[in-house]
């Protein structure tokens, strides 16, 4: 695996030299344009509407509208002369309990790694944290771009960085529309409540999967060796007026025939 960033993470007068590595992958499908009469691949030229041709990298600029129509460009050098300490530094400047954290702040993750040298005040950071309980909340910049992010312990031996969104960049609620105003009667409530408890377990991400990937690949496959391929039925639309009590009723039953019917085919298996 591949390092995408190396610097440090300053901890008060602590520097660790440390290595960040991209934590997720993207397993999406992806599809390519064709041209629908000759199934050629569709290609995407960068061509100036002015000069009227296609342009190479090395003549596109960086340049920022101020008005409309209006740009003013934007170099390398002047990137360079921004007085940014966290460029190559990881910058902790608080910590705190990651329950106090919205997920909706989250947005990537890195795996954090020591350099040699580095090992040990990771390690001390990293067990500090973890008596304490407390995550980390530092400033970065990756990509030209200064982050918020949070770094935490994960399985026990690593660190991870979630780099987070700033606040303003969060929407605000009150531009959602609203929501009309429903009386909840004491029944609908309990019932819910124990559908929620009928469903609860331990969070085992090896349990969930791509469904629609798989059948997808599935489907793609097929097509390769032009064979036919089942498609699972639709669920069934939802009736307009819908009986909550009833519906949930319905919930719970589904869920306690599905966990009996997990049982016998474990029984079975043994």
Request: aromatic fraction near 8%; hydrophobic fraction near 35%.
């Amino acid at each position: 695996m591949r390092s995408m960033w190396k610097g440090a993470i300053s901890f008060g007068l602590v520097s660790i030299p440390i290595k960040l590595y991209t934590a997720t992958e993207d397993h999406a499908i992806h599809f390519r344009q064709l041209h629908k009469e000759c199934k050629s691949p569709i290609k995407y030229e960068k061509i100036c509407p002015v000069c009227n041709r296609p342009v190479s990298d090395e003549e596109i600029v960086r340049g920022y509208e101020y008005e409309p129509g209006k740009f003013v460009i934007i170099d390398d050098e002047d990137l360079e002369r921004i007085p940014m300490p966290t460029v190559k530094t990881i910058d902790i400047v608080d910590f705190t309990d990651i329950g106090q954290i919205d997920p909706i702040y989250y947005d990537k993750t890195y795996f954090i790694v020591p350099e040699d040298i580095g090992t040990k005040p990771y390690v001390l950071l990293r067990d500090s944290m973890k008596e304490t309980k407390r995550v980390a909340i530092a400033k970065v910049v990756i990509r030209s771009k200064q982050n918020l992010a949070c770094i935490r312990v994960y399985e026990e031996k690593y660190m991870v960085m979630e780099t987070m969104h700033f606040p303003d960049e969060i929407k605000n609620t009150n531009q959602l529309p609203p929501l009309r105003e429903v009386s909840l009667q004491e029944n609908e409530i309990k019932m819910a409540k124990q559908l929620i408890d009928t469903l609860t377990s331990d969070f085992k991400p090896e349990k969930y999967d791509d469904s629609y990937r798989k059948t997808l690949i599935e489907m793609i496959e097929s097509k390769i060796q032009d064979k036919d391929i089942e498609i699972p039925q639709k669920a069934p639309e939802a009736d307009n007026v819908l009986d909550l009590v009833s519906a949930l009723k319905a919930s719970i039953e589904s869920v306690k025939n599905e966990e009996k019917a997990k049982k016998g085919r474990k029984r079975k298996g043994a």
